[in-house]
């Protein structure tokens, strides 16, 4: 049984940060890339970043702003997500996912979390 379990969001003043965690069980972890979307009410699901299974590649979707890192302990199985200088257009649920990639395709994905509420107040 494979479960991945999104942790971290909350409610932060514009200009905060938070650190989401995704904890994974029942797959081989080390072998998967994973993955961070996101979906704002009335929007699709965007891609966030993602990581290669050994942690040596990382893939933004925005890589200039800086605001976003995502890292990886495969010795405890999660993957996070830190957020930095977050704005009121970051409001959204961020979705924890895993697949044989890294990429910003939604199909590359195979098996996702529930997510984690993320809302920032201006």
């Known amino acids: 049984q494979v479960q991945l379990v999104e942790s971290g969001g909350g409610l932060v003043q514009a200009g905060g940060s938070l650190r989401l965690s995704c904890a994974a069980s029942g797959l081989f972890f080390s072998r998967y890339g994973m993955g961070w979307f996101r979906q704002a009410p009335g929007k699709e699901r965007e891609f966030v970043a993602g990581m290669s299974a050994s942690g040596g590649w990382t893939y933004y979707a925005d890589s200039k702003k800086g605001r976003f890192t995502i890292s990886r302990d495969n010795a405890k199985n999660t993957v996070y997500l830190q957020l930095n200088s977050l704005k009121p257009e970051d409001t959204a649920v961020y979705y924890c996912?895993?697949?044989?990639?890294?990429?910003?395709?939604?199909?590359?994905?195979?098996?996702w979390g529930q997510g984690t509420q993320v809302t920032v107040s201006s």
């Open positions: 996912a895993a697949g044989n990639g890294y990429s910003d395709s939604y199909s590359s994905y195979i098996y």
